[in-house]
């Protein structure tokens, strides 16, 4: 089976063969996936290096917590992606945007104020979780709505930190 993988807006097209070796851009890697929750934790053996990884999927979008960095990944079949393209006429809306909690965790730091223009990448909060600080990072650029949380506050999973738009 073919796909198409966005992550952060690089592309990658992944291959799984029905003898289950998986190709990344026509290289063959070493890769073991296993569910720890379902729904929620995986571990991921990739090149004989080992990942533990946080996944929500939202809006057709899945959104990846690895080794404190939050990844927003866009998953599409080959039948999926030919049947996007042909609808892909209209553009971006561009619209608001919810920063939600990966994991629950406690507000250490939010370096951000309401109305301030931040760029894709930024840090936007930092959130301790597991006795590590993960910083979370704009995955646009745009203009800070709404603050939801403030230092010091803990956090469940799925809680709307930022508003960006």
């Known amino acids: 089976m073919r796909y ?25 890697r070493a890769i073991d996936f296993r569910v720890l929750r379902q729904g929620e934790m995986y571990s991921l053996l990739l090149d004989h290096l080992s990942f533990e990884a946080v996944v929500e999927e939202r809006d057709d979008l899945y ?7 939050l990844y927003e990944v866009q998953v599409t079949d080959e039948r999926s992606r030919r049947l996007a393209s042909a609808f892909m006429a209209f553009g971006d809306s561009g619209g608001e945007l919810s920063i939600r909690s990966p994991m629950p965790g406690l507000i250490v730091r ?5 109305g301030q ?3 894709k990448g930024d840090t936007i909060i930092v959130l301790e979780s597991m006795k590590m600080e993960n910083e979370l990072k704009a995955p646009r650029d ?3 709505h709404m603050i939801h949380v403030a230092e010091g506050d803990n956090v469940e999973q ?3 930190l930022v508003t960006i738009s």
Not at 6 to 28: K, L
Not at 110 to 114: D, G, L, N, Q
Request: glycine share 8%; hydrophobic share 40%; net charge negative.
């Open 110 to 114: 939010v370096p951000i104020e309401p």
């Open 158 to 160: 799925n809680k709307v």
């Open 117 to 119: 223009a931040v760029a």
């Open 142 to 144: 745009g203009t800070v």
């Open 4 to 28: 198409q993988t966005i992550i952060n807006d690089e592309t990658f097209d992944i291959d799984i063969n029905e003898d289950g070796r998986i190709f990344v851009n026509g290289e063959e």
């Open 63 to 69: 959104h990846v917590m690895i080794v404190g960095s």
